[in-house]
């Protein structure tokens, strides 16, 4: 499964899905075969190269490629949710054009295959919002979303039309506890474990029954490697696969971390990124991937709650 002649890039690899997927594909494939690269140091993968990258100079990306040999790229640099509405042509810019930098280079060759991660931003206001299909209406509210779902038709166009081997993953949130969140929407489920053990209380950006869907960092990192590793005719879908993990909502959340932390209490303060939750889906479908390539989740909302509150403690 694992080839130790493979040589990965991980680009964004401070940000927080990057760390913990730098640690787990360097368990597989050896620190020094997986090189992180960011725009700033990260101290938490010191036994890994590292290479000081602007996704957006791509005759930088291009050296690196060459110098280590580079075969499979993850590129995770973007502007999340929240911060893309902060800064929206930056963030089209850096989401699009750091794309288009890394999938040229695997039309022509330098690379052999391509991870991109999507999103469940890239639903909007009329997509279905129960179990929402693989397939179904996208109209996006936010630059990222905006972003993502033109990214989920270039990928697809670059495989038909040059057959690189791009895959990808349409993130739920995420919670982890290894790294800070980066500015998403769905950031107040990881926030909430920090402050319930800090002060035991929180004040929530989101009002208390917005569901959406989650999922626990370490599906997350498993599902990325996996989909990696999947024979080529089994990806059946270019765009990107719907990931579903847990859905719930704030005070569920809470009411979850009440049974670990009796006196907890949670406040809502709705702001600007309550419009943004409120156009996404409230739970999803992942029948795709699990037909596609036998995806299953590990975590429901128990064993996430107990699982962070345990090593965040």
Not at 6 to 11: A, G, H, Q
Not at 54 to 61: E, F, G, N, V
Request: proline share 5%.
């Amino acid at each position: 499964m694992y080839n130790k002649e493979d040589k990965i890039l991980i680009i964004g690899a401070g940000g927080q899905i990057g760390i913990e997927l730098t640690q787990e594909l360097s368990v597989h494939y050896g620190s020094s075969n997986v090189i992180a690269a960011d725009i700033k140091p990260i101290p938490a993968l010191e036994l890994n190269p590292f290479e000081k990258l602007d996704i957006l100079d791509k005759d930088a990306l291009l050296n690196v490629v060459k110098k280590h040999q580079i075969s499979h790229v993850y590129l995770l640099a973007a502007l999340l949710s929240a911060t893309g509405e902060q800064n929206p042509m930056f963030a089209w810019k850096l989401n699009m054009e750091g794309l288009f930098n890394v999938l040229d280079l695997a039309k022509e060759k330098h690379i052999s295959k391509v991870y991109w991660p999507s999103s469940i931003a890239v639903f909007g206001p009329t997509t279905p919002k129960i179990n929402t299909p693989q397939y179904t209406i996208m109209e996006p509210s936010t630059v990222y979303g905006i972003s993502k779902q033109a990214g989920e038709r270039w990928c697809e166009w670059y495989f038909n039309k040059f057959k690189v081997d791009v895959r990808s993953l349409r993130y739920p949130g995420l919670i982890g506890w290894k790294s800070a969140p980066g500015g998403g929407t769905t950031d107040y489920a990881v926030h909430i474990f920090h402050e319930a053990i800090k002060h035991k209380k929180y004040e929530c950006f989101l009002s208390a029954d917005t569901a959406l869907p989650m999922m626990h960092m370490e599906d997350a990192i498993r599902a990325t490697v996996e989909i990696m590793h999947v024979p080529s005719d089994q990806i059946k879908i270019r765009g990107s696969y719907n990931l579903a993990g847990i859905s719930f909502t704030p005070s569920e959340i809470a009411e979850e971390i009440r049974k670990h932390i009796p006196d907890f209490q949670i406040s809502y303060n709705p702001d600007f990124r309550q419009g943004i939750a409120d156009s996404w889906p409230k739970s999803i479908s992942e029948d795709a991937a699990r037909n596609d390539w036998g995806w299953s989740a590990k975590y429901n909302l128990s064993s996430l709650v107990q699982n962070m509150l345990e090593n965040l403690a």
